[in-house]
């Protein structure tokens, strides 16, 4: 093992600079000079907020015509993706728009964010990406903001015998100019902003700091620049850990819990200092509405809080001031965010007496995923070789893990000729005959409680890392191992509690066993018909005859040399593979030509791989013709020739490099697909 000297390693990875810069201090005039250079410092908690998150960029594409902003700050860039939030752009839209409304003044900074959603929808995940955001900007120059602290060094009464006083709610300094001339101040400084926000200074200090600036003003005879020599300003970095600026509120046994937690309470050992209890010097401002003034406080399951909690909640929403225990009305600059699941949501559209707070609120759904390739970066951010290195998770494992789960989301199509595993595909931007863009935004606006129901993603993670504990020993983790956790773990799943509701999880989860057994065959047939100069014969042949046929013209036999009709049975053999009707091949077969036509008129060449159905129907093909010629089945028998064993290890070889096998998975693929086509054939037998 390496020695470090730890005296090198930090001088060579620890900037002292960082440290001084983020605790710079300076008088009041300092401040006033930086606020005017700079006077975004002055922002309100909204306005920090939204500016955090469009400063990670955006990025804009249309989906369904309708043009969807994605921003970035949502993958978790901080955290390096930890808490990144997927596949739900459009509500995250909705969320970022609340806090455009607010950092505009227009209405909605006077309300609680609500999140809401089903259990493991990412609500915790959102608040956690702001709080953290938050911190990381109070450290960055653009985020950064300052509070202030008295100094007195004679140390005298009015500190309390201290010679230092911090703001307890971190205050702006410039709440500290009097009433009586803030409007001629913020017309002068306010002069040159043209763009962005203009200052604002709203309310007063806290009850101990304005207690301090009245001694003060007494002391020097109304002198307010005289008192400003005891105000040292200095930088405000936020910190959920040290309870600056971010607060987190849970709720506990109602016995053992007050509002006191929320708005700070008496110091008892301070009444003896301070003389009297309602000295605010002797006040403990440490509820969490004291310590998140200038950031944010999250209230988790805020439905579940008591009725003396939510009445203290209307007034740090709409008047945006909080009162604590003997003293006045207080001030506070803070976004409070709440979350939710849909059963408490449900008592408080029910209950009468939460009007006052029903109607203070910002509901933002935030669903479940509805889009399976967002679905699977759930599961790949905590499943990955990188993270698991000893067992090989096979190709399509997380797929159809992420298929099931939203499956369940899904509500069933109003339309007839439509699956819920056709509309799955559809959402994930699949094209299916007779639907466009029109036909699945329909889709999606018919389905008003979609993404609202359904399996969570924890249960997947759970299930997953059961599989990796039980099968991990044998090297790889395959669909059907996954699929055996999922569906024993429905008979204890706590929030499975109805017989309907669990046929109905069986029956989506042998929807995703079907699809993956036709997605396992694909690869291996894809695998078998690889042969990249038999795929390019059999096409030849195919648009010779196509071409003979539709210019009622003859083919040679490259055999015989002699001209005969175009054949028939080989052409359907191809078509029937992707359901070219008999009576849609007369137009299948016109199209193709057309395109051949249009290509030479271009002067470029017909390439099989151009047209998708047609390299399809090409592999299928010739898959049927090989599969009998490996003896494929024979693989299940044990006893397999020289020969044939050869053109296994092929397949295999093939499985591994185009498909991301491993010798394991590879093998248990062939198996599994070998034994589908002896069940097949003793069938027809």
């Known amino acids: 093992m390496a020695k470090i000297k730890i005296d090198d390693f930090m001088q060579s990875h620890f900037r002292v600079s960082d440290f001084t810069h983020l605790n710079w201090s300076g008088n009041f005039q300092d401040y006033i000079n930086i606020v005017s250079e700079d006077p975004r410092v002055a922002r309100n908690a909204f306005q920090r907020v939204y500016d955090m998150i469009m400063t990670f960029g955006v990025e804009n594409y249309t989906e369904y015509k309708k043009e969807i902003t994605r921003y970035t700050f949502f993958d978790d860039v901080i955290g390096g993706g930890k808490d990144a939030v997927f596949g739900i752009d459009v509500h995250l839209m909705k969320l970022v728009n609340f806090f455009k409304s607010a950092a505009m003044g227009y209405g909605t900074e006077k309300r609680v964010l609500l999140l809401h959603g089903p259990v493991g929808s990412a609500k915790s995940s959102i608040a956690r990406l702001l709080k953290k955001g938050l911190e990381h900007y109070s450290k960055t120059d653009d985020g950064r903001l300052f509070t202030f602290e008295w100094v007195d060094d004679s140390a005298p009464d009015i500190l309390g015998g201290a010679k230092l006083f911090a703001s ?49 003003m007494l002391k020097y005879d109304g002198d307010w620049t005289k008192v400003m020599n005891h105000i040292r300003v200095k930088r405000l970095v936020l910190s959920e850990k040290d309870r600056i600026g971010i607060g987190t509120f849970q709720p506990k046994d109602e016995k053992n819990q007050d509002s006191t937690e929320l708005t700070g309470d008496i110091n008892y050992r301070k009444i003896a200092q301070y003389g009297s209890d309602s000295d605010p010097r002797a006040f403990n401002f440490d509820g969490e509405f004291n310590i998140a003034n200038r950031g944010v406080v999250e209230f988790i399951e805020m439905l579940k809080l008591d009725v003396a909690f939510l009445y203290d909640l209307l007034g740090a929403s709409q008047e945006q001031s909080i009162k604590p225990k003997k003293f006045a009305q207080t001030d506070i600059d803070e976004v409070i965010i709440g979350h939710t699941n849909e059963p408490e949501f449900r008592k408080l559209q029910n209950n009468e007496f939460m009007e006052a707070l029903r109607d203070r609120t910002v509901k933002i759904d935030v669903p479940y995923i509805t889009r399976l390739d967002q679905e699977v970066k759930i599961y790949q951010r905590d499943f990955n070789a990188d ?56 889709l999606r606006k018919e389905a008003v409680r979609e993404g609202l129901e359904g399996i969570s993603p924890r249960y997947i993670q759970d299930k997953l890392s059961n599989a990796l504990v039980k099968y991990g020993i044998t090297g790889s983790l395959n669909p059907f191992m996954v699929f055996n956790e999922l569906e024993s773990g429905l008979k204890h799943h706590s929030l499975v509690n109805a017989q309907d509701q669990l046929e109905h999880y069986k029956e989506m989860l042998a929807i995703a066993r079907q699809e993956y057994e036709d997605i396992v065959k694909n690869d291996v047939q894809k695998a078998i018909s690889l042969d990249e100069s038999a795929i390019e014969t059999l096409c030849a042949n195919y648009i010779d005859n196509v071409k003979a046929y539709t210019q009622k013209e003859k083919v040679r036999n490259k055999y015989s040399n002699k001209l005969e009709d175009a054949d028939e049975r080989f052409m359907r053999s191809i078509e029937e593979k992707i359901d070219i009707a008999d009576s849609r091949k007369d137009d299948f077969r016109r199209e193709i030509m057309n395109y051949i036509g249009a290509l030479a008129i271009e002067g470029k060449q017909f390439d099989y791989k151009m047209n998708e159905r047609l390299h399809r129907a090409l592999e299928l093909k010739l898959f049927e013709d090989q599969k009998d010629s490996i003896k494929l089945t024979s693989i299940i028998s044990k006893v397999v020739d020289k020969e044939t064993q050869e053109k296994i290890d092929i397949i295999k070889a093939r499985l591994i490099k185009n498909h991301g096998y491993c010798e394991i998975s590879a093998t248990d693929a062939l198996n599994y697909v070998a034994s589908i086509f002896a069940k097949g054939d003793s069938a027809k037998s």
């Open 168 to 216: 307890p709610m971190h205050e702006d300094p410039l709440k500290l100019i009097p009433l009586e001339v803030r409007k001629k101040f913020l017309e002068e400084i306010n002069k040159g902003i043209k763009d962005g926000y203009k200052i604002n200074i709203k309310g007063e200090v806290n009850p101990a700091d304005r207690y301090i600036l009245k001694q003060y």
């Open 387 to 442: 993270k698991i290195p000893h067992v090989h998770i096979a190709p399509h494992t997380l797929e159809m893990a992420a298929m099931w789960a939203v499956l369940t989301r899904l509500e069933e199509p109003k339309k007839a000729d439509l699956t819920k595993l056709q509309k799955l595909k559809l959402y994930n931007g699949k094209t299916l005959p007779g639907y466009n863009e029109e036909n699945v935004k329909e």
